[in-house]
């Protein structure tokens, strides 16, 4: 079993629909969740950070993490052409050695239709 | 604020080269780590720098692959020889210390043919 599960996708949606990225992990040791966006041919940029259990809003972006599901999930309201990417979620725990390892997901393949 | 960068931009060699990457970090970060990011997956970590000591090179295949963080600044992932499998886009992130978000930069496409 993988740490972190993501659906690959493809997902496509009509322009201004509620969209729903999702991830589950494993590991209960993960402390820190975050969402990356990734445009074709360009580094992830960091969209969402977050450590506890609950939502957290940025504009059309809201980061929901359910610790005792061990489930994440991203939602993009009024979805535009220009969200169309690939969504990676990742999950951060500490290590024995005092650093902390991070864990991608698989990545979303989001298209927004206009 | 200077993002993470990374050069070159793309790369193609044959397979038995070598080949180099570059990456310089966001100023005052300490943390640089290394991703190999094959099409259609998530990036897989391959060696991480805290200043400029390795802290996890768990998943580097060090008969081939090579990385070193001069003054705990810039870092250079090197490898020799390439194989097939190695294509992929390498990624280089920082972070300001260890439990703080990555910053990624835009990455080394890598074919090896």
């Known amino acids: 079993q993988k740490e972190v599960e993501q659906d690959p996708g493809p997902l496509s949606v009509p322009e201004g629909a509620i969209v729903s990225l999702n991830c589950t992990y494993s590991?209960?040791?993960?402390?820190?969740f975050m969402w990356y966006r990734q445009y074709s041919r360009k580094g992830p940029e960091l969209l969402m950070y977050t450590y506890s259990s609950g939502n957290k809003e940025d504009g059309r972006f809201t980061a929901q993490v359910d610790k005792s599901s061990k489930y994440i999930s991203l939602f993009i309201r009024d979805s535009q052409p220009s969200d169309s990417a690939t969504y990676l979620c990742?999950?951060?725990?500490?290590?024995?050695?005092?650093?902390?390892?991070?864990?991608f997901g698989t990545g979303t393949r989001l298209k927004v239709l206009a | 604020e200077a993002g993470v960068a990374q050069s070159p931009r793309y790369k193609i060699i044959e397979k038995r080269q070598s080949v180099a990457f570059w990456c310089n970090p966001i100023?005052?970060?300490?943390?640089l780590y290394w991703y190999q990011q094959i099409l259609g997956q998530g990036p897989k970590l391959l060696i991480q720098f805290q200043n400029n000591g390795v802290v996890d090179d768990s998943q580097l295949p060090k008969d081939r692959f090579s990385a070193e963080r001069l003054k705990g600044v810039d870092s250079t992932l090197k490898i020799q020889p390439a194989k097939l499998e190695d294509s992929a886009v390498y990624l280089c992130?920082?972070?300001?210390?260890?439990?703080?978000?990555?910053?990624f930069g835009n990455g080394t496409r890598l074919t090896v043919t």
């Open positions: 590991n209960s040791a993960f402390q820190y």
């Open positions: 990742a999950m951060s725990a500490g290590t024995t050695s005092g650093t902390y390892k991070y864990i």
């Open positions: 992130a920082s972070s300001l210390r260890g439990d703080s978000p990555l910053h």
């Open positions: 100023s005052g970060h300490a943390t």
